[in-house]
């Protein structure tokens, strides 16, 4: 593979004398994150870029900075404070984001003080590798696909399938490419990047650089037959982004698996395992095409309903039916008078009916789907010993 001096000059300074290949805790791509983050995501850094690249990094960050600046003034300003007072003081740090395709920056928003995230999609992670001996031409429209296709989490606070897709393919790895965006919109920094598989019994088994190069030939694939392929390794479906809000502060571990969570594939599986291993939970969906509403996700719906002390969803969180059989209590802001798109008519008048009998409660910002109308709305959905204050 062939690398510009510059980024080899970045290896060297990050890695030192350090071998390529870590011993149990597995290749980090410390180096490469770090690239991406300045390159990609825009993040304050001192990483150097390539003086090649200069002037398309520099375009591209000016742009970048419109759509985040946009971003923290409709949505970051706006819900944190509205949802910190709502979250119970006590509520765990673990946070479960199923359907949360791209959506770091929303679970940062949600749970500002999460120490554990996850976050679970269709998409693979992507390949971290591939700015390694780019032209600036070909940069220069990778850059604008990233923008085109992070331009509706920034100015909707969601991402259509069709933008994730487009990322599964290319020069950039489409998922970390918008996490980082999620760091460089707090000014947190990237600390480390690894990549993992899940072992039958739930457990995270991280790739060395051996078993990362053994791979290479095997691909990722696709998560569901109508989905985009991806066109990088297998080994790069699951990542594990380790990050600091300040420097030597905190650090915070977000686990992304790519995933398809009907029935089919999660009732028994590794990643159903895996959740269920960390206990309770907070949790959280937005603009998730309904998919909690449908009868072959059940498997899913029942782990948010007995593991999430408390959700925070639009109306594509659990229907009220399935929350009063779990014991959980529903508390609706803004307004509801339909479904965003076609879903079961039956779970739309139960919303319909739970957002009449409560009185109005108003929401300031967009939370994933506006209802039909275009309102904004929001619930959360809790443990009845977890109530919080409307």
């Not at 001096?5 to 290749?27: D, F, H, K, M």
């Not at 992670?125 to 085109?148: E, K, N, S, V």
């Not at 331009?151 to 069709?162: E, P």
């Not at 919109?185 to 053994?214: M, N, Q």
């Amino acid at each position: 593979m062939r690398r510009t001096a510059a980024v080899a000059v970045l290896i060297t300074a990050l890695l030192g004398s350090a071998p390529v290949l870590a011993q149990e805790a597995g290749r980090d791509f410390q180096a490469e994150v770090a690239l991406l983050y300045r390159v990609v995501a825009c993040g304050k850094s001192d990483t150097p870029v390539p003086a090649e690249w200069t002037k398309v990094v520099d375009e591209h960050c000016r742009e970048m900075g419109v759509q985040t600046a946009r971003f923290r003034k409709r949505f970051v300003d706006r819900a944190i404070p509205f949802l910190t007072r709502l979250r119970p003081v006590d509520a765990p740090r673990t946070v479960v984001y199923p359907f949360g395709g791209g959506d770091l920056a929303g679970a940062l928003v949600t749970y500002p003080e999460a120490t554990e995230i996850t976050t679970m999609s269709l998409e693979h992670a992507g390949d971290p590798t591939r700015l390694d001996g780019i032209t600036p031409q070909a940069l220069r429209r990778a850059l604008a696909d990233f923008r085109a296709a992070i331009r509706g989490l920034l100015a909707l606070h969601d991402s259509t399938s069709d933008n994730l897709q487009k990322m599964q393919r290319g020069p950039l790895p489409g998922q970390i490419s918008f996490f980082l965006t999620a760091l460089a919109v707090f000014d947190y920094r990237p600390v480390s990047l690894r990549y993992f598989k899940l072992e039958p019994d739930g457990s995270v088994h991280y790739y060395t650089g051996e078993e990362i190069a053994a791979l290479a030939t095997t691909s990722a694939g696709k998560k569901k037959v109508t989905w985009t392929a991806a066109d990088h390794s297998i080994a790069f479906s699951n990542s594990e982004l380790v990050f600091e809000r300040a420097a030597g502060g905190e650090r915070v571990v977000h686990r992304h698996m790519a995933a398809n969570l009907d029935d089919q594939h999660f009732k028994g599986s590794p990643v159903e395992k895996h959740l269920l291993a960390k206990g309770d939970v907070v949790a959280m969906t937005k603009a998730a095409s309904y998919l909690l509403w449908m009868n072959f996700f059940s498997g899913i719906r029942d782990y948010l309903t007995a593991h999430a002390v408390y959700m925070v969803s639009d109306s594509t969180g659990v229907p009220p039916r399935h929350a009063r059989q779990a014991g959980l209590k529903q508390v609706t802001y803004g307004k509801f008078t339909g479904p965003f798109l076609k879903a079961s008519v039956k779970h739309q008048q139960a919303f319909i009916q739970m957002w009449n009998k409560q009185p109005f409660r108003r929401l300031g910002f967009r939370y994933g789907y506006p209802d039909m109308v275009g309102n904004f709305h929001l619930v959360i959905t809790q443990r009845e010993a977890a109530a919080a204050t409307p």
